[in-house]
């Protein structure tokens, strides 16, 4: 995607005043705008807001929401919690790893789809769960995981 650093970090600091106290709200609004923090744009916020740059790493390091490397248009996020682990979640982080031809954290080049895994969201009845996006999928089978990707691919 491409962005000036400097004018995307002007126009969100100067939406939270220039305030260092809102330094959070900054980082998300650039993560909403270009899907992750890049570099660039983190050490222009720091400017504008008074933040030093350590800090801002902190926070987003600290933080699961924050991503420091770019995300896939499609968020693939594999349930790992105890019910879905045991029901088989590795076995489908590994079919969609050759599926998508990318080990789990990283995104396939076209930037189309981003594989990770999360702690329980909530549904355990489902296990195991993955959720794409908004989308939430279960009991997923290692033979579905194919079918599943192409529901995508057309997008
Ligand atoms: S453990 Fe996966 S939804 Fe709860």
Request: glycine residues 6%; aromatic residues 8%.
């Amino acid at each position: 995607m491409e962005y000036n650093a400097t004018e995307v970090a002007k126009k969100i600091a100067a939406r939270w005043g220039n305030k260092p106290e809102n330094i959070i709200e900054m980082m998300h609004d650039i993560q909403t705008e270009l899907n992750y923090l890049p570099k660039d744009v983190l050490y222009e916020v720091s400017k504008f807001a008074s933040v030093p740059i350590s800090k801002i790493y902190n926070i987003a390091t600290f933080y699961n929401a924050f991503s420091l490397k770019p995300k896939g248009k499609y968020k693939i996020c594999v349930c790992m919690g105890t019910p879905c682990h045991a029901l088989g979640a590795p076995r489908i982080v590994s079919a969609l790893e050759r599926e998508l031809e990318i080990k789990c954290g990283d995104t396939t080049k076209d930037m189309k789809y981003s594989l990770e895994i999360t702690g329980c969201v909530g549904t355990c009845g489902l296990a195991p769960v993955v959720v794409i996006n908004e989308d939430l999928y279960g009991p997923v089978q290692v033979s579905g995981v194919q079918k599943l990707i192409k529901k995508y691919d057309s997008k």
